[in-house]
């Protein structure tokens, strides 16, 4: 992760005085709701700091999939629902599960940087994929087609995604599905952004769309619990028990007091803030779209979900590492190399993350057009 060097400058500045704003990391700024708070806080007062089961609360399992049943109309059985310490958890789970060594699972690019870093834990590969901004950076059946391999096994996308904030509608989703059938492997959809959607944007889940599909979610972006580390899979019945053993080497168990605090989103009061803050975010990227547009950024696909616009440099420079540094360390304005998401076109784009208020992205886009106007005008 390139960006986490320049979280650690940023952070080095911060400490000696400097005001960064920071728009690399995807991390809501939010904190969690109260109610996740309090109900973690009485778990620990009760004492309920013992191992759960290797797969989770049973509650929790049950709260879960009444969410799905409520928000997708879709029925899950909770024993299909596998809690685990963060989505990192359940794309070990997952991967680990899948993949064997010098197999490989298809990836787009640009993409999420650790899925092909999980591959590589278990000696498999991620066969990334370019993608383009006239398909909306989306793999398709065509391009699964044209790279499937003998050693392919499946493939890993992401709805919302990060980089773009691209989603995928389910007609997309369940054309990829059958496009990876058509070659006996299997779907793995990431949608641990979902729910932060503008709401135009159709709302639906991977869930149920077949025995060869695994639906990877978390309690970090949407629910705004990226401390508590905790995140959950949506797995085929015949893969639970081998899950579950994986599970317990793997990691034991998910924490316990986190999971406990989950608890405590499942009520009208809390799922309604959590509805004014994507609406925060929504704002938030209807005011920095068009600033970015103006200042002569080109955002090849505009984002409909997650919280970051993937934004083309190259009428500014051809390398979006150098790009990042000079306008944190002129400007005090942190934000994402390309590189960390695409082999194919990174050095050509950079990623905002809005996750702050609409003052401090009005603050960035001053500094931004400042720092354009001395290093990058002719």
């Known amino acids: 992760f390139h960006v986490m060097d320049l979280l650690g400058r940023a952070k080095s500045m911060e400490k000696a005085g400097r005001d960064i704003i920071h728009l690399e990391v995807g991390e809501p700024?939010?904190?969690?709701?109260?109610?996740?708070?309090?109900?973690?806080?009485?778990?620990?007062?009760?004492?309920?700091?013992?191992?759960?089961a290797a797969t989770g609360l049973p509650e929790l399992k049950m709260v879960l999939a009444e969410f799905y049943r409520q928000r997708f109309a879709t029925d899950v059985d909770p024993q299909q629902i596998i809690i685990t310490p963060g989505a990192s958890g359940a794309l070990q789970l997952v991967t680990s599960l899948l993949v064997n060594p010098d197999e490989s699972l298809l990836l787009t690019d640009p993409g999420y940087p650790c899925n092909r870093h999980f591959l590589a834990n278990i000696n498999a590969h991620g066969q990334m994929v370019a993608t383009n901004a006239k398909e909306g950076f989306h793999l398709t059946p065509e391009l699964v087609h044209e790279h499937w391999q003998d050693k392919t096994v499946g493939a890993l996308v992401a709805s919302p995604a990060n980089p773009t904030g691209g989603v995928m509608s389910k007609s997309q989703i369940t054309a990829l599905h059958e496009s990876i059938g058509d070659h006996s492997g299997v779907l793995v959809v990431d949608e641990i952004y979902q729910g932060l959607t503008d709401g135009g944007v159709e709302n639906h889940t991977a869930v149920g769309l077949g025995e060869d599909v695994f639906v990877i979610n978390s309690f970090s972006?949407?629910?705004?619990?990226?401390?508590?580390?905790?995140?959950?899979?949506?797995?085929?019945?015949?893969?639970?028990?081998?899950?579950?053993?994986?599970?317990?080497?793997?990691?034991?168990?998910?924490?316990?007091?986190?999971?406990?605090?989950?608890?405590?989103?499942?009520?009208?009061?809390t799922l309604n803030e959590l509805e004014t803050r994507r609406e925060a975010f929504s704002e938030r990227l209807s005011y920095l779209l068009p600033q970015l547009k103006a200042l002569g950024f080109k955002i090849p696909v505009e984002p409909e979900g997650a919280f970051y616009i993937y934004a083309d440099i190259s009428a500014f420079s051809q390398d979006s590492m150098k790009f990042c540094q000079e306008l944190l360390e002129k400007e005090g304005v942190a934000i994402t190399p390309g590189v960390d998401f695409s082999q194919a076109h990174g050095e050509h784009f950079v990623r905002f993350a809005y996750t702050a208020p609409v003052d401090r992205l009005k603050e960035a886009i001053t500094r931004i057009k400042r720092f354009l106007e001395n290093c990058y005008s002719e």
């Open 29 to 52: 700024d939010f904190t969690s709701p109260q109610g996740v708070i309090e109900a973690g806080i009485s778990a620990l007062q009760q004492g309920l700091t013992h191992y759960t």
């Open 221 to 269: 972006k949407y629910f705004t619990m990226t401390g508590w580390r905790l995140g959950w899979l949506v797995a085929p019945k015949w893969a639970v028990k081998s899950l579950d053993k994986l599970a317990q080497n793997l990691f034991l168990a998910p924490s316990t007091p986190a999971q406990y605090a989950a608890l405590g989103l499942f009520n009208e009061t």
